[in-house]
């Protein structure tokens, strides 16, 4: 597999997740998210800006994963859209 083709690949679960994670229904006043970030193709961790966006409110939420690839938060309960930046990567 190619350098460019396991970027898409990871590029899609980007989209995947984040449409998942939108859809994630929650039984508490807020909820605990944990993530891990890492290249789809060498498996190494990645340290990624990122942003969620509560739906209803358009609030937005920013944080940086740890240098191992993981990211818990806590946050209200709600839909989000996730936005994902690392250095050197490019949206497809």
Do not use: I
Not at 34 to 61: I, P, W
Not at 66 to 90: I, K, S
């Amino acid at each position: 597999m190619g350098y460019n083709e396991g970027m898409w690949q990871l590029v899609k679960g980007w989209v995947w997740f984040g449409l998942l994670l939108g859809a994630l229904p929650s039984a508490g006043a807020q909820q605990w998210l944990e993530m891990r970030f890492h290249d789809s193709v060498s498996g190494r961790a990645l340290s990624v800006e990122v942003s969620l966006t509560e739906q209803a409110t358009q609030q937005v939420y920013s944080f940086r994963s740890q240098v191992d690839g993981r990211l818990t938060v806590w946050l209200p309960h709600g839909e989000y859209t996730l936005y994902a930046r690392c250095e050197g990567y490019q949206p497809v």
